[in-house]
């Protein structure tokens, strides 16, 4: 069965830099692009961009542009998202979301990250 | 950037009783290749996001026949026909027809 599986919660300090890792299995890898998508605390969801795990082609939302990067490994099935110069209001929680088949955009989400920005 | 407006934003249901949630999006999602790329993804409490619906109206695996999709062009609706007490969460449509993707605000869906 398809399963993604992200690395654990991070407190970093404003300024600091955050990668998050997104480990699938049960599908093949390189065949499907993957979204991060972001929550802040009681709040809705944000799309932050998409990467295609065969190519490497990616698509950021504009509000991340240069502060963000997604890249993969084919070889570990992972991707990551890295945000750079981190404010507090970046503190949220980080999904990596498969993009499906068929045009079953984000048919399968990691559990979450939880990313903390606190002085 | 597609401003995707949903209505209502809480929604009290009567266990048994049908729900039915509206999307708009600021521009039409039918893409140059005729698709229509519109979602619904329900989120329970302290779950990740779920796909319910994608393309307007195709159930995805293991979603209850009980949730359906529909609309065209700019205007979409997401429908339960009976709601359960494991149907309350807040429900988000989302598009993928131009990035950047975006997320209708979500719709809370409680039982009165």
């Known amino acids: 069965q398809v399963q993604l599986v992200q690395s654990g919660a991070e407190v970093k300090k404003p300024g600091a830099s955050v990668k998050v890792s997104c480990k699938a299995s049960?599908?093949?890898?390189?065949?499907?692009?993957i979204s991060w998508v972001r929550q802040a605390p009681g709040q809705g969801l944000e799309w932050m961009g998409w990467?295609?795990?065969?190519?490497?082609?990616?698509n950021y939302a504009q509000k991340f542009q240069g502060r963000v990067t997604m890249t993969t490994d084919t070889s570990t099935s992972t991707a990551y998202m890295e945000l750079r110069s981190l404010r507090c209001d970046d503190t949220a929680v980080y999904y990596c979301?498969?993009?499906?088949?068929?045009?079953?955009?984000?048919?399968?989400w990691g559990q979450g990250t939880l990313v903390t920005v606190s002085s | 950037d597609i401003v995707m407006t949903q209505t209502p934003l809480s929604s009290p249901v009567t266990l048994g009783q049908p729900a039915s949630i509206s999307c708009r999006s600021s521009?039409?999602?039918?893409?140059?290749?005729?698709?229509?790329?519109l979602s619904w993804l329900q989120q329970r409490p302290g779950q990740p996001p779920r796909l319910l619906i994608y393309?307007?109206?195709n159930r995805f695996s293991g979603v209850p026949d009980r949730f359906s999709g529909s609309g065209a062009g700019t205007d979409f609706t997401l429908k339960i026909s009976r709601v359960e007490a494991e149907d309350v969460g807040v429900y988000y449509c989302?598009?993928?027809?131009?990035?950047?993707?975006?997320f209708g605000q979500g719709t809370k869906v409680e039982i009165k």
């Open positions: 049960g599908y093949t890898f390189a065949s499907y692009g």
């Open positions: 979301a498969r993009d499906g088949e068929m045009g079953a955009t984000t048919d399968y």
């Open positions: 393309k307007i109206s």
């Open positions: 990467i295609s795990a065969y190519n490497g082609n990616t």
């Open positions: 521009q039409s999602l039918v893409h140059s290749d005729e698709n229509t790329y």
């Open positions: 989302m598009q993928a027809t131009q990035f950047p993707w975006t």
